[in-house]
């Protein structure tokens, strides 16, 4: 799985999957979320609507990912996933890293091949950028891992799964901490 850090505007990348870092109410707000739902247009609001009053009437938990339709963007699908707000006291990395896991697990079953992760957590949620960047790659590599996305023999990437792995950062200095977490080299495989 190739794993690799850009500056740009998550909402404009053409991949199966755009990781969304909602809230837990799924109803919109500021920053990548804010963002993501007005690339989107009006019916991501309703489908999240819809998840609230079906299967996630307390909302979506820390740590956890659902997935909608991408609407109006050019991915096919939003994996929504809640941070750990660490102003609220969730300061735990594991959660963090969860929002990656769980958004790759919820991309992998939809068949994806594609994912553009935003910095998850390093917005209002007030991770600083460089753990935030650490746990996120962490996580990815550890999920590949785990999942048997590394290359076959002749370093080609497997058939039949996630090959793609695209940070896309709002600044310079996420950036600079995504690429530092990443070795400066993005992965190739």
């Known amino acids: 799985m190739r794993v690799e850090a850009v500056q740009g505007d998550i909402t404009r990348e053409r991949v199966d999957v755009v990781v969304n870092a909602a809230n837990s109410s799924l109803l919109g707000g500021g920053g990548v979320d804010g963002a993501i739902h007005a690339a989107a247009g009006p019916a ?28 109006d963007l050019p991915a096919r699908w939003v994996v929504h996933t809640v941070g750990p707000n660490r102003h609220a006291g969730e300061t735990d990395p594991a959660l963090l890293g969860s929002c990656f896991r769980r958004s790759l697990d919820v991309a992998a079953d ?69 690429d530092e977490a990443l070795g400066a080299q993005p992965d190739r495989a």
């Open 110 to 178: 939809l068949g994806a091949t594609s994912v553009a992760f935003p910095a998850v957590g390093a917005g209002v949620y007030g991770w600083d950028a460089d753990e935030a960047a650490r746990v996120a790659v962490g996580a990815v590599r550890g999920w590949a891992a785990a999942a048997g996305a590394g290359p076959e023999p002749g370093g080609r990437s497997r058939p039949g799964g996630i090959g793609l792995v695209r940070f896309v950062l709002f600044s310079p200095r996420l950036l600079t901490a995504f």
């Open 44 to 71: 991501l609001l309703e489908a999240c609507r819809e998840l609230r009053r079906t299967v996630l009437p307390e909302g979506l938990p820390v740590g956890e990912a659902v997935a909608t339709p991408g609407f």
